[in-house]
């Protein structure tokens, strides 16, 4: 009895300072955040690329040194990886994927050998491996859902007509990346051929599998952790995306992709309850992940990749929008929809930073952190402005001429 | 007027139409229950002129305004919350049931434990009929309760 006061005194007394500390950066790391949001609200752009500025300035090489709270940011942003991936596969509803494949596989399918090719070229072209230019080429093929769905909303494009032809095609990215990811995180590991082959099939098996359950079962694992109290519905959702992830990574899928295919399987009520709750945790967490892949990147390493990131922005921004404008032009969309299409897909974000996070995890290779940060400030932003101006960017589709807004 | 509707994935449905003045219409049902109400521009028929955003609220007010009726959206959303609960609409037969006779003679509550919460006449609406309430041929009588139970009450009600 007489040593549990003391050695709770123990306890608390020397990491009592230590955990001010970490709550002093925490909160100064999120508040940087909020300003930044605000910031990038007002001048009408997303708030990924500055997160992002916001970690490159922190840490290392950065002017503001974090230390004692590195340990948590590197758990926050974990947590943002999962609750980010989690809900990309909350996003679409197994019929909302059936719907996808049936339209617009072909488009998908163009899509990704447009935009991946570019970067998996310029990865060989610098010299990486199969493994760093393949994670590469899903940095530049995959636009980000979570920029685009956010400003088609924004800009009040959500009842035009061509905007179908955009979400069918961000649906046909989200079920290439349930086959990419497990993938990618199995070459990651460093297999040989032959065992990447064989376990690149497990993967794929462990996928069909999330799909059928998705497909069939999906109402008995959402009644699993189904509650009318939103308190234990978050619980019950947030303990099974963790306990999902953090099994997914021990046996070395990564918990990005555990957390992907949970979200698959999950829907109906429950999907669309998560959907309104999760949201703010995942921008919060989210915003870590951001700021502290951001941190892990030295600024002084993104100059020498700032010629290949400029090219690559350059080239992949021209391949979206082709693909865009073709896959409009398919389903009948007018030029001035087709080249709407085309300049909304610009936009890369969080997906692309979770790709070259696996690859920096991985130690794989220094350059494609900086190379994707990169990369991802540019068309983040660009793409944005494209979305934004999409109408008076004058179209090369058009016949008649662009009239100049006389506001 | 013909309606054509249009899954967007991740967001809801869009149903478009053409109103007879030859305004080309979209109307966008979220997921979450909100909706936009969208004016195609006649130039660019693919793209928006503007829209409005109506909360769940707003729509069933707008609804009402333009002269509809919500009762079913509601009556969904009430199975919704309540698990189990049946609704039912059951219409009087020409003879037979308990048509021409009062509410209170089926002893509808206390034998099947569902309750005959409106009715349905021609037009009007009668919510809540008193146990003296007497059931003509063709009422749309609504029933709520257990679904068995729902059941055996539009068999008393029908014959």
Not at chain 2, 137 to 145: P, R, S
Request: net charge negative; glycine share 12%; proline share 5%.
């Amino acid at each position: 009895m007489g040593t549990m006061p003391h050695a709770l005194i123990h306890m608390a007394a020397p990491p009592g300072s230590e955990t001010g500390a970490v709550l002093i950066e925490l909160g100064i790391v999120l508040l940087v955040l909020a300003l930044l949001g605000r910031f990038a609200a007002k001048i009408g752009i997303p708030s990924v690329p500055l997160y992002l500025l916001a970690g490159l300035v922190m840490g290392e090489g950065g002017f503001i040194p974090v230390s004692a709270g590195e340990d948590f940011l590197a758990v926050g942003a974990q947590i943002g990886v999962v609750l980010l991936l989690l809900l990309l596969g909350l996003e679409y509803s197994p019929a909302d994927l059936q719907v996808g494949l049936k339209t617009s596989w072909k488009a998908g399918v163009v899509d990704a050998i447009a935009n991946a090719i570019p970067g998996f070229a310029m990865g060989l072209i610098l010299g990486w491996s199969i493994t760093a230019s393949l994670l590469l080429a899903g940095v530049t093929y995959i636009s980000s859902s979570g920029i685009i769905a956010r400003l088609l909303e924004d800009f009040d494009r959500l009842a035009n007509r061509e905007t179908p032809v955009i979400l069918s095609l961000l649906v046909m990215e989200d079920i290439a990346m349930a086959l990419y990811l497990p993938i990618m995180a199995v070459l990651l590991v460093g297999a040989s051929i032959l065992q990447g082959a064989i376990t690149a099939a497990i993967a794929i098996g462990v996928v069909a599998l999330a799909f059928i359950i998705s497909f069939r079962f999906s109402r008995h694992v959402s009644r699993l952790v189904h509650s009318h109290s939103r308190e234990l519905l978050l619980l019950g959702v947030l303990g099974l995306a963790f306990l999902v992830a953090g099994l997914a990574e021990a046996v070395q899928v990564s918990a990005a992709v555990g957390a992907f295919l949970l979200g698959l399987t999950l829907s109906g009520q429950v999907a669309d309850e998560v959907h309104g709750l999760l949201p703010p945790l995942r921008d919060v967490f989210g915003g870590i992940f951001f700021v502290f892949f951001g941190i892990s990147i030295d600024p002084r390493d993104l100059l020498p990749v700032a010629i290949p990131a400029l090219i690559l922005a350059v080239i992949t921004a021209g391949t979206k929008i082709a693909t865009g404008v073709w896959a409009a032009r398919r389903v009948g969309i007018g030029p001035k929809g087709q080249w709407r299409t085309g300049l909304t897909l610009v936009p890369r974000g969080e997906f692309s930073i979770v790709i070259a996070g696996l690859g920096i995890a991985a130690g794989l290779q220094p350059k494609l952190g900086p190379l994707a940060a990169g990369y991802v400030l540019i068309l983040a932003v660009v793409g944005s402005l494209l979305m934004r101006y999409a109408d008076r960017i004058p179209s090369p589709l058009a016949r008649t001429k662009v009239l100049t807004p006389s506001s | 007027m013909e309606i054509f509707e249009t899954p967007l994935p991740g967001v809801g449905t869009r149903y478009e139409f053409t109103a007879e003045a030859g305004d080309h219409v979209g109307v966008v049902v979220r997921r979450d229950g909100r909706r936009d109400i969208a004016l195609y521009d006649r130039e660019d028929p693919d793209a928006c002129r503007g829209t409005i955003e109506l909360t769940e609220g707003d729509a069933s007010k707008v609804a009402e305004l333009l002269g509809g009726t919500n009762i079913t959206t509601r009556l969904d959303e009430l199975t919704h919350t309540v698990e189990g609960l049946a609704i039912e609409w059951a219409t009087m037969p020409e003879s037979g049931g308990l048509t021409g006779r009062t509410l209170g003679e089926g002893r509808i509550r206390t034998q099947t434990g569902a309750s005959v919460v409106a009715v349905i006449r021609k037009e009007a609406g009668i919510p809540g009929p008193m146990p003296d309430f007497v059931f003509k041929a063709g009422d749309t009588v609504l029933v709520m309760g257990a679904a068995d139970a729902v059941h055996r009450a539009t068999r008393v009600l029908t014959g």
